[in-house]
T-cell receptor, first 118, second 113 residues
Framework: NAGVMQNPRHLVRRRGQEARLRCSPM?????VYWYRQLPEEGLKFMVY????????ESGMPKERFSAEFPKEGPSILRIQQVVRGDSAAYFC????????????????FGPGTRLTVL | GESVGLHLPTLSVQEGDNSIINCAYS??????FIWYKQESGKGPQFIID?????DKRQGQRVTVLLNKTVKHLSLQIAATQPGDSAVYFC????????????FGSGTRLLVRP
C-alpha cells in the first residue's frame, strides 16, 4: 500500500511565478491536509479538504493561495505570484474515511515539496 | 494563544541509553496526541499516539505517557539507536476539531555512538 505521494519533491520558482504542488493520498483515504514548515520549526496547518470540498482553510493566507481536491486526480496546492517568504517545505497528509477501519484522526504525511523562491 | 511546546530543543544521548522527550500542551480540551519523527529532508513519520482517556501506551521500543493534570506528554525511547537520530514533534488535535493538528516546535535527538 503506497504512502502519501507528493510531487515535485523540489520546486524552484522566481518571484512572481506560480507554484503548483500535488498530493495523492494513501489508498482508502479521502481526507487531505496541507501543512507548511519553515526551517527548524514545527508544521503549521493550512487547509483541510475532502473530495470536491474545502472543509477548513483557516490556516491558509487569503491571497495568492488556493487548494483543491477534485473528484479525480490529486489534491493541488497553488501559490500564485510567489514571494521569497513562501519558501518552505509543504507537506500533505491524509487520513481514512470515517467509515473505514483505522483511526480517522491519525494523519500520515508525504515526503513534502520543498519550495525555493529566488 | 494555545500551543504545544517542548522543554528541550536538543537532546544528546549515548547509544543504548533510554531517551525521554518531553512536551507541554496548554489546550485542556485536546483529546488526541501524536508523536512524529522527522528525519532530515523527509516528512513526519507517525510513531505512536494516545487518547486522553489513557495515561500510557506502549509500542515497539517506544512509550508515550500522558499526564492530563499537568498537561504533559512524553516520549520514551528504549535502547536508543543511531537510527533514532531525528527531530521529534508532539502534536495535539486542539479543541475545535479532530483534524487540525497543532505541532510543537520539535526536539532534536542526537545519538552518540
Amino acid at each position: 500500500n503506497a504512502g502519501v505521494m507528493q510531487n515535485p519533491r523540489h520546486l524552484v520558482r522566481r518571484r512572481g511565478q506560480e507554484a503548483r504542488l500535488r498530493c495523492s493520498p494513501m489508498k482508502g483515504h479521502s481526507h487531505v491536509y496541507w501543512y507548511r514548515q519553515l526551517p527548524e520549526e514545527g508544521l503549521k496547518f493550512m487547509v483541510y479538504l475532502q473530495k470536491e470540498n474545502i472543509i477548513d482553510e483557516s490556516g491558509m493566507p487569503k491571497e495568492r493561495f488556493s487548494a483543491e481536491f477534485p473528484k479525480e486526480g490529486p489534491s493541488i496546492l497553488r501559490i500564485q505570484q510567489v514571494v521569497r517568504g513562501d519558501s518552505a517545505a509543504y507537506f500533505c497528509a491524509s487520513s481514512p474515511i470515517p467509515t473505514s477501519r483505522g483511526n480517522t484522526d491519525t494523519q500520515y504525511f508525504g515526503p513534502g515539496t520543498r519550495l525555493t523562491v529566488l | 494563544g494555545e500551543s504545544v511546546g517542548l522543554h528541550l530543543p536538543t537532546l544528546s544521548v549515548q547509544e543504548g541509553d533510554n531517551s525521554i522527550i518531553n512536551c507541554a500542551y496548554s489546550n485542556s480540551a485536546s483529546d488526541y496526541f501524536i508523536w512524529y519523527k522527522q528525519e532530515s529532508g523527509k516528512g513526519p513519520q507517525f510513531i505512536i499516539d494516545i487518547r486522553s482517556n489513557m495515561d500510557k501506551r506502549q509500542g515497539q521500543r517506544v512509550t508515550v505517557l500522558l499526564n492530563k493534570t499537568v498537561k504533559h506528554l512524553s516520549l520514551q525511547i528504549a535502547a536508543t539507536q543511531p537510527g533514532d537520530s531525528a527531530v521529534y514533534f508532539c502534536a495535539e488535535n486542539g479543541k475545535d476539531s479532530s483534524y487540525k493538528l497543532i505541532f510543537g516546535s520539535g526536539t532534536r535527538l542526537l545519538v552518540r555512538p
